[in-house]
């Protein structure tokens, strides 16, 4: 016997037995008054008695077991199970046994949903610990691998020992921007860093990025072009991550390109958005295939990994652009074409009639 039964049966047992001794016990003595007979009063309580014992226990019964069953099953499966609700149906009678059963379904759904959210969050953490400590141990046992040589020897060789101590500063360099990119994005995922939305000249933002980048495209023989369409555009975003999200576009711009490639940075309102500018990077380089195409903005994720390692990159570069924009309820558009190019772009909205107050 299952335990609702076996209480279902104890509380049913013990509400037939109280209503039969309450019907005996008035049944007996009123039937006495008009029968004069003991013996006659006696049997006709004790049959009231026992037909109300039947009655009660089996009303009991009924109304009760399938809804305590119910919450029985609710309340006994594990918040990891899922459970099929069919089987535990409340009554109808919206009674306070069906409420506690309602409420107990609540309290599981709710229970199950968190316990899912946290095996979600628990596997995104593993994944995430697992991917910075196989990108953080590349550089370290690079750094260990020269430092070791010099040690052993090499530090008296002019020839080597200034190209093993670049090499370990490269590698070291490379674990700066590793930890500034895990920190950047630690705190765009949590919501740290919330956008200060501001109304930006776009134009003077992308010169600026230009002018820094100007002397890394000129190292790998690439040149950018800035063509806007528009004279100036204001938009209203956040200052530095829209510069750093044009930074990591045309870093990767130069980085994937070909020797004598161009970079071609434009801006466009649209006729069908006019709310919008759309912000466009596009490349001569070595393009994408269209099966990385949807993976690129995963973190770490990267098409030719030793292409990528080599120009000191770890794959976190789109990741931090994608959630960037996100948070401007914008998209990163990618379209390319391997061995041909690339575009990136992602639209802003418009801040035309706040420009009394431009702040860039
Ligand atoms: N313009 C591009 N042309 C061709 N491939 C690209 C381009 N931009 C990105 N990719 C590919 O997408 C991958 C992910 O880019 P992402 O910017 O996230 O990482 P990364 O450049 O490798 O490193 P990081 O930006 O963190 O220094 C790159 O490794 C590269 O394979
Ligand atoms: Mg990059």
Same mark, same amino acid.
Not at 73 to 99: C, H, M, Q, Y
Not at 119 to 146: A, M, N
Not at 148 to 161: C, F, I, R
Not at 167 to 189: F, G, Q
């Given at each position: 016997?299952?335990?609702v039964?076996?209480?279902?049966f104890?509380?049913?047992?013990?509400?037939?037995?109280?209503?039969?001794s309450?019907?005996?016990?008035?049944?007996a003595?009123?039937y006495?008054?008009?029968s004069?007979?003991?013996?006659?009063?006696?049997?006709?309580?004790?049959?009231?008695?026992?037909?109300?014992f039947?009655?009660?226990?089996?009303c009991?019964?009924?109304?009760?077991?399938?809804?305590?069953?119910?919450i029985?099953?609710?309340?006994?499966?594990?918040?990891?199970?899922?459970?099929?609700?069919?089987d535990s149906k409340?009554?109808?009678?919206?009674?306070?046994?069906d409420?506690i059963?309602e409420?107990?379904?609540?309290?599981?759904?709710l229970?199950?949903?968190?316990f899912?959210?946290?095996?979600?969050?628990?596997?995104?953490?593993?994944?995430?610990?697992?991917?910075?400590?196989?990108?953080?141990?590349?550089p370290?046992?690079?750094?260990?691998?020269y430092l !070791?040589?010099?040690?052993?020897?090499?530090?008296d060789?002019?020839?080597?020992?200034?190209?093993?101590l670049?090499?370990?500063?490269?590698?070291?360099?490379?674990?700066?921007?590793?930890?500034?990119d895990?920190?950047?994005i630690t705190?765009i995922e949590?919501?740290e860093?919330?956008?200060?939305l501001q109304?930006?000249?776009?134009?003077?933002?992308i010169?600026?990025?230009?002018?820094?980048?100007?002397y890394?495209?000129e190292q790998?023989q690439?040149?950018?072009r800035?063509?806007?369409?528009?004279?100036n555009?204001?938009a209203?975003?956040?200052?530095?991550?829209?510069?750093?999200?044009l930074?990591?576009?045309?870093?990767?711009?130069?980085?994937?390109?070909?020797? !004598?490639?161009?970079?071609?940075?434009?801006t466009?309102i649209?006729?069908?958005?006019p709310?919008?500018?759309?912000?466009?990077?596009?490349?001569?380089?070595i393009?994408?295939?269209?099966?990385?195409?949807?993976?690129?903005t995963?973190?770490?994720?990267?098409?030719?990994?030793?292409?990528?390692?080599?120009?000191?990159g770890t794959?976190?570069?789109?990741?931090?652009?994608?959630?960037?924009? !996100?948070?401007?309820?914008s998209q990163?558009?990618?379209?390319?074409?391997?061995?041909?190019?690339?575009?990136?772009?992602?639209?802003?909205?418009?801040?035309?009639?706040?420009?009394?107050h431009?702040?860039?």
């Amino acid at each position: 016997m299952s335990t609702v039964s076996r209480y279902v049966f104890r509380l049913g047992l013990r509400l037939a037995v109280l209503s039969a001794s309450a019907l005996f016990l008035i049944s007996a003595p009123l039937y006495y008054v008009f029968s004069n007979d003991v013996g006659v009063s006696l049997l006709f309580g004790i049959s009231i008695g026992l037909i109300s014992f039947i009655a009660v226990y089996f009303c009991s019964y009924y109304l009760m077991f399938s809804r305590l069953s119910g919450i029985q099953k609710v309340v006994a499966a594990t918040p990891r199970t899922s459970i099929s609700f069919s089987d535990s149906k409340s009554s109808g009678s919206n009674d306070e046994l069906d409420r506690i059963l309602e409420l107990s379904k609540e309290s599981k759904k709710l229970v199950r949903d968190h316990f899912r959210n946290m095996d979600e969050t628990d596997h995104y953490r593993k994944e995430f610990i697992g991917d910075i400590s196989h990108e953080l141990k590349t550089p370290i046992f690079s750094v260990q691998g020269y430092l !070791e040589t010099l040690s052993q020897g090499a530090l008296d060789d002019p020839k080597v020992n200034k190209l093993f101590l670049t090499k370990a500063m490269n590698n070291v360099d490379r674990l700066i921007s590793l930890t500034n990119d895990l920190m950047e994005i630690t705190k765009i995922e949590t919501g740290e860093l919330k956008p200060e939305l501001q109304i930006i000249a776009l134009n003077n933002i992308i010169n600026d990025v230009i002018d820094s980048l100007n002397y890394k495209a000129e190292q790998a023989q690439i040149t950018i072009r800035f063509q806007p369409k528009e004279v100036n555009s204001f938009a209203f975003a956040d200052r530095n991550q829209i510069r750093q999200v044009l930074i990591n576009l045309v870093e990767n711009a130069i980085k994937y390109n070909k020797p !004598e490639g161009r970079i071609y940075i434009g801006t466009t309102i649209e006729k069908s958005d006019p709310e919008h500018v759309l912000v466009s990077v596009k490349d001569t380089g070595i393009g994408i295939e269209p099966e990385n195409l949807k993976r690129v903005t995963e973190r770490f994720y990267r098409v030719d990994k030793s292409r990528s390692r080599d120009q000191g990159g770890t794959g976190l570069g789109l990741a931090i652009v994608k959630h960037i924009l !996100e948070s401007h309820n914008s998209q990163l558009q990618i379209k390319s074409k391997p061995g041909s190019g690339s575009q990136f772009s992602f639209k802003l909205k418009l801040a035309d009639h706040y420009s009394d107050h431009i702040s860039a």
